[in-house]
């Protein structure tokens, strides 16, 4: 019973604000810096609350990772969805703020397995969602799948930009311009000029109409 209340009823709010504290630190100062107790403060909470909703940190780590996952599936989804839904990939992966927080859990997961494991569980959720969705773009755009498999497209795809947006945390840019103008101009040839999701579906919108 203990644990359902934990995860349900009105407490849930203080279980969410203990992730969010403990997401903020490992942005701010990294995983190492998150502990009960500087969560705790981050949060605005007793110390002793970190353990009643958390028995172990290692648990506490996995929710973190695992509520980031489960809202990373649903933007990327909506991102596929989209009329460009290769642009939408390539910008879901260079987004600095996500790429960053995977950093951060896959240092961490070096020395926890539960962790790693859960990872991996997830990867493969992004990357069948990935696949799918390259397999219809470049079926729509003419281009024959078996030639180069979707999931050498995704893999490609979304390495090249998690890689540029590790160095670039790292303070490295050699070739970053020239990796980003050669990718791009693949981008443009495949689906046009990028526009916004807005202007795209006000587009789709006036096809219909007429």
């Known amino acids: 019973m203990a644990s359902d209340r934990r995860v349900a009823g009105p407490e849930a709010k203080n279980?969410?604000?203990?992730?969010?504290?403990?997401?903020?630190?490992?942005l701010q100062d990294g995983y190492a810096a998150v502990t009960s107790r500087r969560v705790a403060e981050q949060a605005g909470l007793k110390p002793q609350?970190?353990?009643?909703?958390?028995?172990?940190?290692?648990?506490?780590?996995i929710e973190i990772f695992r509520r980031r996952a489960v809202q990373g599936l649903e933007?990327?989804?909506?991102?596929?969805?989209?009329?460009?839904?290769?642009w939408a990939l390539w910008e879901f992966g260079i987004d600095p703020t996500g790429t960053q927080l995977t950093m951060e859990f896959m240092g961490l997961a070096?020395?926890?397995?539960?962790?790693?494991?859960?990872?991996?569980?997830?990867?493969?959720?992004?990357?069948?969602?990935?696949?799918?969705?390259?397999?219809?773009?470049?079926?729509?755009?003419?281009?024959?799948?078996?030639?180069?498999?979707?999931?050498?497209?995704?893999?490609?795809?979304?390495s090249v930009s998690r890689v540029l947006v590790m160095e670039q945390a790292l303070g490295m840019?050699?070739?970053h311009a020239?990796?980003?103008?050669?990718?791009?101009?693949?981008?443009?040839?495949?689906?046009?000029?990028?526009?916004?999701?807005?202007?795209?579906?006000?587009?789709?919108?006036?096809?219909?109409?007429?």
């Open 49 to 61: 609350l970190v353990h009643y909703y958390f028995r172990t940190m290692d648990e506490m780590f």
């Open 173 to 175: 840019s050699s070739g």
């Open 75 to 86: 933007v990327q989804a909506r991102a596929l969805d989209s009329p460009q839904p290769l």
């Open 110 to 158: 070096n020395h926890r397995k539960a962790l790693r494991a859960e990872i991996g569980a997830y990867a493969e959720q992004f990357r069948a969602q990935q696949v799918d969705a390259m397999a219809t773009a470049l079926r729509r755009y003419g281009y024959e799948v078996s030639d180069v498999p979707p999931v050498v497209w995704a893999v490609f795809a979304t």
């Open 15 to 26: 279980r969410a604000v203990l992730l969010d504290a403990a997401e903020r630190l490992m």
């Open 178 to 210: 020239e990796t980003l103008a050669f990718c791009e101009s693949w981008l443009r040839r495949m689906e046009g000029e990028r526009v916004s999701d807005h202007d795209a579906a006000r587009g789709v919108s006036a096809a219909v109409e007429h």
